[in-house]
């Protein structure tokens, strides 16, 4: 009976949620159709830092005080009305009247808490602290040496800080401000933790339990300061309403987001394909790309810069990988082109081996001169060949090669299964060693396991195939080499640390650079953001990418380009319309400074949803 009972109660839910999708979907004039993932219901809740978040709507609900775009490190003001940097002060004052979605005023105190409650973001490391002065002002005081300017600006447009409402987490903002009181500030960099402060090991355990009672409470459903609100969720649905009190109502032109949870990129197309949703993200193959633009004509897509590699990464740990030479003949010994038209047809490859960078940045922070100190790893089986018989190696009359001892070794190339891109790239590399004389296997598992296999121990695998060269948060490339030799990149090939010691867990790398000098990777890599000349900062960079590239301790396939289908039938405002028949609706990576910032910004994991808030994106009429 009790089940009986559950049913005859959800039913009617269920009835009331399929009648507004359905009713709403047929007025397309004022309903922007997106798709994403969630946590699904009864799991689903309004706390964007418990398990799962809020998924897709996070986006259209929350915001920060500031919107970077990620690939160009364009900065939008959202919250913030103003930034003033002051030597070590930079003085925010927020936009007045911006209220929370239940009517709450929005205020200083509120970016306090986000940064008291969530302490282990980047700007807490680098501050003493944030004084308000005012409900709309509030000062940032950084440590001293402070980062150099334009590293500021990107460490605090990195953060969300509209999520956590001091009135509706206050206990648990007072708590962890109460424990904090309690650490004493230090000038030992080793033990500095959030604000400069000492955390001992029992006040870190009482943060982290308080941390976890957070998580456990919040609204029913997510309330941000952001331009929708949402209404209702079921497994496969979500509907957003506009925000009628949003700051910049007025640049608004939509009244509803309709959010579909395809539950796999099959279906996702699917749905585009038959026109039921307004954008997808992503570039498929050229085959299912060319067929979904001949089926459906209200589609374009936009080929855009994506600052991320796919490629493979070695395993030190693992002879002979443990040998920079033997390394550098893997490189050698594979054709990037065949791995790209199976991986990425539009991606493109690189006459390096690695840099712990995007190849595009290459040319912005390196000089030609310095670019041209490089070793260049293009496709030569030749020179492959000739490094391993400098090893020792031989070639037997099987075609594969054999140690110095004798024996032909075979290899693993691990790669999460689920990642089709990674696992197609991931086979052509296999083959083509195999062909080589290197016996290679593609070990594809869950991709719940896949890191642990590769980082435990001395690791489950002689290869790992993830994004490599790759910028998550913003372009300076500090941010994509740290990725690497401080991240998990770095764990997947098992780079050298120190063991024990002061300085346990440190990278235990000093390497020659360019000019034959020794550099402290660990040093160089931590002093970065406080260089405060350019040319400072590139030296640092090209020294960098140099004994990276010089070291093969991986190798780029291709960097990505990513994408965006978009439906003009029913959205107007997307860029470079008039190029549309030109390229028959499939636009190639725009080469023009102004077309580069509107493609990027249509991306929403690049721009967020920039295109909405400045007011760009309306309905068809």
């Known amino acids: 009976m009790r089940f009986r009972k559950l049913k005859l109660v959800l039913l009617p839910v269920v009835m009331v949620v399929t009648l507004l999708l359905n009713g709403c979907t047929e007025d397309n004039s004022k309903v922007f159709r997106d798709l994403g993932g969630w946590p699904k219901p009864p799991l689903f809740q309004g706390n964007p830092f418990a398990s799962g978040g809020v998924g897709q709507a996070s986006q259209y609900t929350f915001e920060g005080l500031f919107q970077i775009v990620r690939s160009t490190d364009k900065i939008y003001n959202r919250l913030a009305e103003s930034v003033e940097h002051k030597g070590n002060e930079t003085i925010i004052k927020i936009r007045p009247g911006v209220t929370w979605q239940d009517g709450k005023p929005f205020t200083s105190k509120d970016v306090w808490s986000y940064y008291m409650l969530n302490n282990g973001v980047e700007v807490a490391k680098h501050l003493t602290g944030i004084e308000i002065t005012d409900d709309t002002t509030m000062v940032f005081k950084w440590q001293e040496p402070s980062p150099f300017t334009e590293m500021k600006n990107l460490f605090l447009a990195q953060d969300q800080q509209a999520t956590i409402p001091y009135h509706l987490y206050g206990k648990y903002i007072d708590k962890v401000d109460e424990l904090l009181k309690q650490a004493k500030p230090t ?14 090991d029992k006040l870190r355990k009482d943060i982290d339990k308080n941390w976890q009672d957070f998580l456990k409470a919040g609204p029913k459903m997510p309330v941000g300061t952001g331009p929708f609100i949402v209404k209702k969720v079921t497994a496969s649905d979500m509907i957003l309403e506009k925000n009628e009190n949003y700051w910049k109502v007025e ?19 699917a749905l585009l394909k038959s026109g039921k949703i307004d954008t997808y993200p992503g570039t498929p ?3 299912i790309l060319e067929n979904m633009l001949a089926t459906n004509k209200d589609l374009v897509h936009y080929r855009m810069f994506d600052p991320a590699t796919i490629g493979m990464v070695f395993n030190l740990d693992k002879p002979p990988f443990d040998n920079p030479k033997f390394r550098q003949a893997v490189v050698y010994a594979l054709d990037r082109t065949k791995i790209r038209e199976v991986g990425n047809y539009y991606g493109q490859e690189a006459d390096v081996s690695m840099t712990g960078m995007p190849q595009s940045e290459l040319s912005k922070w390196i000089t030609p001169d310095n670019r041209e100190k490089m070793t260049k790893f293009s496709y030569n089986p030749d020179k492959a060949g000739e490094l391993l018989t400098e090893l020792g190696w031989k070639k037997g009359a099987d075609g594969n090669w054999a140690d110095p001892s ?19 790239s991931a086979q052509i590399a296999a083959e083509q060693m195999t062909k080589f004389g290197l016996p290679t296997k593609l070990l594809a598992v869950d991709g719940s396991v896949y ?31 740290r990725n690497f030799y401080w991240g998990g990149i770095g764990n997947m090939a098992h780079l050298p640390k120190f063991k024990d010691g002061p300085d346990k867990g440190k990278l ?42 010089e070291n093969a301790y991986g190798v780029g396939f291709f960097q990505n380009t990513t994408g965006y289908f978009e439906n003009v039938k029913t959205v107007k405002g997307w860029p470079r319309e008039d190029e549309f028949e030109k390229y028959n609706r499939s636009l190639p990576v725009p080469t023009e400074p102004e077309d580069i910032d509107a493609v990027s910004e249509i991306n929403f994991g690049f721009g967020g949803i920039t295109y909405f808030v400045e007011g760009r994106l309306s309905p068809r009429e």
């Open 187 to 200: 000038n030992d960099p080793d033990k500095k933790g959030p604000f400069g402060l000492e955390i001992s």
């Open 251 to 269: 640049n608004i032109h939509f009244d509803r987001i309709f959010i579909k949870n395809p539950g796999s990129d099959s279906s996702g197309l």
């Open 285 to 287: 193959p050229k085959d």
């Open 406 to 424: 004798g024996k032909t070794p075979e290899f693993i190339i691990g790669v999460s299964g689920g990642w089709l891109q990674a696992v197609n």
């Open 451 to 481: 890191y642990n296999n590769a980082t435990k121990d001395k690791g489950a695998y002689h290869m790992s195939v993830d994004w490599v060269d790759v910028s998550w948060g913003f372009m300076f490339p500090w941010n994509s080499l």
């Open 508 to 549: 235990n790398m000093r390497l020659p650079g360019p000019d034959g000098q020794v550099v402290d990777i660990e040093k160089t890599l931590k002093g970065m953001p406080y260089l405060q000349k350019e040319e400072e900062r590139k030296d640092a960079i090209f020294k960098l990418a140099w004994i990276t590239n």
